[in-house]
């Protein structure tokens, strides 16, 4: 009788999965499958003539320049993920505290994670103006005569990209961090301001090791997201000035759907599959060092 009543929940399990799953075969594992297929084809979009071109795709892909451009982009825009990490981090230990209108200093660095990513782009594309920019008045009231040129040049474009998306991701890792603190025996703290730690010490020695799952998950969800995202690149420069800030997705994005090279754009994908595959393990296992659960 119980065997019965296991196999009507097995399957009513498998009825509430079913829907996704599907979901998941018809738009994630089959298109991978053909992306995988199209990487040893010449296929271009909208052409009724797809030719088996071996490693053809993958040659020119390590002859290209711009596939090693896009790799270096890509490294300096992960830079940004740890930095965003521990920046959130220090403002959620601030507003864990008791500090005057915490709630609505929440709200507002949460705000940037909910905004339209084009209105992101318009007001940084104003604030980083070279020439009547806010930022740029500021720096030059303070004595530096030719402050950088930001968006506009090849040396500090992609600079100005991590300062923006450290800015677009703090609020989302600060309520991520808030929740984990919430978690943290307040009588442990007491207890450790009764023994003489100071401040500085519970937060290196308390607060920093009990939030450290949290810290992973973080980084190695903040990692996987920074390194497929262009959205706000692609609006902001568009992968310029001249390839400076043009990153493996914006690249693939730009050979699928603006040069319509889709064997190409294939190649380039599974690349970045690998790259992301290959930061993944690496975390899985620094991780046994540093989290603590």
């Given at each position: 009788?119980?065997?019965?009543?296991?196999?009507?929940q097995?399957?009513?399990?498998?009825?509430f999965?079913g829907?996704?799953?599907?979901?998941v075969?018809l738009?994630?594992i089959?298109?991978?499958?053909?992306?995988?297929?199209?990487?040893?084809t010449d296929?271009?979009?909208?052409s009724?003539?797809?030719?088996f071109v071996?490693?053809?795709?993958?040659?020119r892909?390590l002859g290209?320049?711009?596939f090693?451009?896009?790799i270096?982009?890509t490294?300096?825009f992960?830079?940004?993920v740890?930095?965003?990490?521990?920046l959130?981090?220090?403002?959620a230990?601030?507003?864990?505290?008791?500090v005057?209108?915490?709630?609505?200093?929440?709200a507002?660095?949460?705000?940037?994670?909910?905004?339209?990513?084009?209105a992101?782009a318009?007001?940084?594309?104003?604030?980083f103006s070279p020439?009547n920019?806010?930022?740029?008045?500021?720096?030059?009231?303070?004595?530096?005569a030719?402050?950088?040129g930001?968006l506009?040049t090849?040396?500090s474009s992609?600079?100005?990209?991590?300062?923006?998306?450290?800015?677009f991701?703090?609020?989302?890792?600060?309520i991520?961090y808030?929740a984990?603190l919430?978690?943290?025996s307040?009588?442990?703290?007491?207890?450790a301001?009764i023994?003489g730690?100071?401040?500085?010490?519970m937060?290196?020695?308390?607060?920093w090791?009990?939030?450290?799952?949290t810290?992973f998950?973080?980084?190695i969800?903040?990692?996987i997201?920074?390194?497929k995202?262009f959205?706000i690149?692609?609006a902001i420069t568009?992968?310029?000035p001249g390839n400076?800030?043009?990153?493996?997705?914006?690249?693939?994005?730009?050979?699928?759907?603006?040069y319509?090279?889709?064997?190409?754009?294939?190649?380039i994908?599974?690349a970045?599959?690998?790259?992301?595959?290959i930061?993944?393990?690496?975390q899985?296992?620094?991780?046994k060092?540093?989290?603590?659960?």
């Amino acid at each position: 009788m119980r065997s019965s009543w296991m196999k009507r929940q097995q399957y009513l399990g498998y009825l509430f999965i079913g829907p996704n799953m599907i979901g998941v075969i018809l738009f994630f594992i089959l298109p991978a499958l053909y992306s995988f297929y199209l990487m040893f084809t010449d296929y271009k979009f909208m052409s009724p003539d797809t030719k088996f071109v071996g490693l053809a795709n993958i040659q020119r892909m390590l002859g290209d320049e711009v596939f090693y451009i896009a790799i270096k982009n890509t490294l300096l825009f992960l830079v940004s993920v740890p930095v965003s990490i521990a920046l959130a981090f220090v403002v959620a230990v601030i507003l864990n505290r008791s500090v005057y209108l915490k709630n609505l200093l929440r709200a507002l660095y949460f705000m940037p994670y909910i905004t339209s990513g084009v209105a992101v782009a318009f007001v940084w594309m104003l604030l980083f103006s070279p020439n009547n920019g806010p930022i740029n008045g500021i720096l030059r009231s303070i004595g530096i005569a030719h402050p950088p040129g930001w968006l506009s040049t090849t040396e500090s474009s992609m600079y100005a990209i991590d300062i923006i998306w450290i800015w677009f991701m703090l609020g989302y890792n600060m309520i991520i961090y808030l929740a984990a603190l919430q978690e943290v025996s307040g009588e442990l703290l007491e207890a450790a301001k009764i023994d003489g730690a100071r401040t500085w010490q519970m937060i290196r020695s308390i607060l920093w090791p009990l939030v450290s799952p949290t810290t992973f998950l973080l980084l190695i969800t903040g990692l996987i997201m920074s390194i497929k995202h262009f959205g706000i690149i692609q609006a902001i420069t568009q992968g310029g000035p001249g390839n400076s800030t043009t990153v493996l997705s914006l690249f693939i994005y730009q050979n699928a759907f603006r040069y319509y090279e889709m064997g190409y754009a294939s190649t380039i994908s599974w690349a970045l599959f690998a790259i992301i595959l290959i930061f993944t393990i690496v975390q899985w296992l620094g991780q046994k060092r540093w989290v603590h659960y």
